[in-house]
């Protein structure tokens, strides 16, 4: 599957390409095309395996670059993408989402622990469960559009998509005490099927 986004960017680029290939020749268009082709790749969509039970999972595909906290609360999850990595985002916990909050910021290069809080983001609050997690979607020095689809009241399930970032850029994971996490600093995960942390208990009847 591939993100419309990506389609529209392939098609644009693919006519300037034919029509830059007749006015000034055939090579001339050549990285016109092979652009096309990146975008189409970039915006892929695969379909990932939701893991069962308590869990949070990862919401992008990338690197764990900081795992550390944030407050005397909360644990912080940060994960970079680079511009190979798909950039679909997806919900870590199921339940209803609470808060979608533009905060206008800087486009420092997404792998700088300072990103976190001064880049332009997407603050996303879900709650479910006898539980609240929150997760930003960051925009890097590339990245300068983030994009979630989503609005206070919605209901998401663990693992749904819910926007993307366009291009290399961050997404961090906001975990209170009940979550015990389970990854490290320099693991690759996958959006929707990486376990980022597991729930030490889980409230009856919830």
């Known amino acids: 599957m591939i993100v419309r986004d990506g389609i529209y960017y392939a098609v644009a680029l693919t006519g300037a390409a034919v029509l830059t290939g007749w006015v000034a020749g055939p090579w001339f268009g050549v990285p016109l095309v092979l652009l096309a082709l990146f975008c189409l790749y970039f915006f892929r969509d695969p379909e990932r395996v939701i893991p069962a039970g308590p869990v949070a999972v990862s919401p992008a595909d990338g690197k764990v670059v900081a795992v550390k906290p944030e407050t005397a609360e909360l644990n ?3 994960i970079f993408l680079n511009v ?3 950039h679909v985002n997806r919900s870590p916990v199921g ?3 609470t808060g979608v909050e533009y905060r206008k910021g800087r486009f420092m290069v997404a792998s700088r622990e300072e990103c976190s809080a001064e880049n332009e983001q997407n603050v996303i609050t879900v709650e479910g469960d006898g539980t ?3 997760f930003k979607q960051i925009a890097g020095l590339i990245a300068r559009r983030v994009v979630c689809h989503k609005r206070p009241g919605d209901r998401v399930a663990t693992g749904e998509r819910i926007g993307l970032i366009k291009f290399g850029s961050r997404m961090d994971v ?4 009940e979550w015990e996490i389970v990854v490290r600093p320099g693991m690759r995960v996958a959006a929707g099927s990486s ?3 597991r729930r030490k208990e889980v409230p009856h009847g919830a």
Do not use: C, E, Y
Request: aromatic residues 6%; hydrophobic residues 60%.
């Open 76 to 78: 912080r999850i940060s």
């Open 84 to 86: 190979f990595d798909v």
């Open 95 to 97: 339940g209803r989402i």
């Open 132 to 134: 609240r997690v929150v």
């Open 174 to 177: 906001l975990l209170g005490p």
């Open 195 to 197: 376990v980022l942390a």
